[in-house]
């Protein structure tokens, strides 16, 4: 397997722009995670998703995020508008159950400007 | 909210000398994870411990846990400079299940 596959790796945007970034989980893995990290917040889970049911997503900032996986090998992670405060790594991590370990994948750099 | 908390928050050491870095959590866990990132990668799982174990080892890493103290420690022996990078501890929640939550980090530097 590939492994965890996200697009793009690099992304720069203008404020108000919307930005939709992209997640290919592990064949198999019924669990897929949103994360962004930061230098002052750390890693920080978005939101969680089992068998393409959004499960958790008490960690979406703001309502101009959100997240869909229509089907089991697909992911997205919108952000409309964006602003600058919305720079990150945004990582996507994917597991066969939740007591797994996961696996994550090289993350997409947002600079929003 | 619950979160492994590492220190300390940087680590600078000699190649050869071993490092040790602590992990403590809030409330009850059934597993502990460790993992790894190098610099603009993503984070890459190195070992896991569930709750009944004290002591696991992986190589040259080994990683204890104290359920009672609710703290891990991982050391890596003999280290590398190839070891430069810094390293999360992530904990789930019982009885849910719920999310790992990951810790700030600490940042290791090892030096040729």
């Known amino acids: 397997d590939a492994g965890v596959i996200q697009s793009p790796r690099h992304e720069v945007t203008e404020m108000g722009q919307e930005v939709t970034l992209r997640c290919k989980p592990i064949?198999?893995?019924?669990?897929l995670f949103w994360y962004r990290q930061t230098m002052m917040r750390g890693l920080e889970l978005l939101i969680y998703f089992n068998n393409n049911v959004p499960i958790d997503d008490s960690g979406m900032p703001e309502d101009r995020f959100s997240a869909k996986m229509p089907n089991a090998s697909f992911s997205t992670l919108k952000i409309q508008p964006s602003e600058p405060r919305d720079s990150a790594v945004y990582f996507c991590?994917?597991?066969?159950?939740?007591?797994?370990?996961?696996?994550f994948g090289p993350g997409t750099r947002l600079t929003v400007t | 909210s619950q979160q492994g908390e590492e220190d300390p928050q940087a680590l600078s050491i000699q190649e050869g000398e071993n490092a040790t870095m602590n992990c403590s959590y809030k409330?009850?866990?059934?597993?502990l994870q460790w993992y790894r990132q190098n610099s603009g990668r993503g984070l890459v799982h190195l070992i896991l411990i569930r709750s009944n174990e004290r002591e696991k080892h992986s190589g040259r890493l080994r990683v204890t846990l104290d359920t009672s103290k609710k703290s891990s420690s991982l050391l890596i022996t003999a280290s590398r400079a190839a070891d430069t990078a810094s390293y999360f501890c992530?904990?789930?929640?019982?009885?849910?299940?719920?999310?790992?939550?990951f810790g700030t980090g600490t940042r290791l530097t090892v030096i040729p």
């Open positions: 064949s198999g893995h019924d669990y």
């Open positions: 409330t009850s866990i059934n597993n």
């Open positions: 991590a994917s597991s066969r159950t939740m007591a797994d370990e996961q696996y």
């Open positions: 992530a904990t789930d929640a019982t009885p849910s299940l719920n999310n790992l939550f």
